[in-house]
């Protein structure tokens, strides 16, 4: 099973920046958790709680064209450390029509647009871009892990 969905994101092979025009929002490596909170995506975004020193929010965005993207951000000590993006077809979204078969194909869909905008996938001088199946939350996701040095 193969389908291409225009991802709703961007990033930067030389600095690990994301950007997602839609929403709009640019997160950077090393971007404190302040400094998210002070644009409207941060001012929308959903505080999903933390401790030990994470801090975890959540954004949900209609694309308009039938997708949905959500994108969860991870901090340690108020300092970005990971990013896990998911989209896709508004009906994917949810527990009424889910397979692990689809789970699986959207990964190597993600898979595929990480190699498509940086060459490949895995390590960066910045940290690593990947994406797999989780199978303790049943879904795919792509994400990006910024090193903290």
């Excluded at 000590?77 to 009906?91: D, L």
Aim: negative net charge; charged residues 25%; glycine residues 12%.
């Amino acid at each position: 099973m193969t389908f291409h969905l225009d991802a709703p994101f961007e990033i930067d092979l030389d600095s690990g920046v994301l950007k997602f025009a839609q929403i709009p929002l640019t997160l950077a490596p090393k971007q404190s958790v302040s400094a998210f909170l002070t644009t409207d995506a941060g001012a929308r975004a959903q505080n999903l709680g933390g401790d030990k020193g994470w801090q975890r929010y959540h954004l949900g965005h209609h694309l308009g064209d039938g997708r949905v993207l959500g994108v969860s951000l991870y901090f340690f000590n108020s300092c970005i450390a990971r990013v896990h993006i998911s989209y896709g077809s508004e009906r994917e979204f949810g527990w009424s029509g889910w397979t692990e078969g689809r789970e699986l194909a959207k990964a190597e869909e993600y898979q595929g647009e990480i190699v498509s905008q940086l060459g490949r996938r895995g390590r960066f001088p910045w940290g690593v871009a990947d994406a797999v199946y989780d199978d303790k939350a049943a879904q795919a996701v792509l994400f990006v892990k910024y090193d903290s040095e």
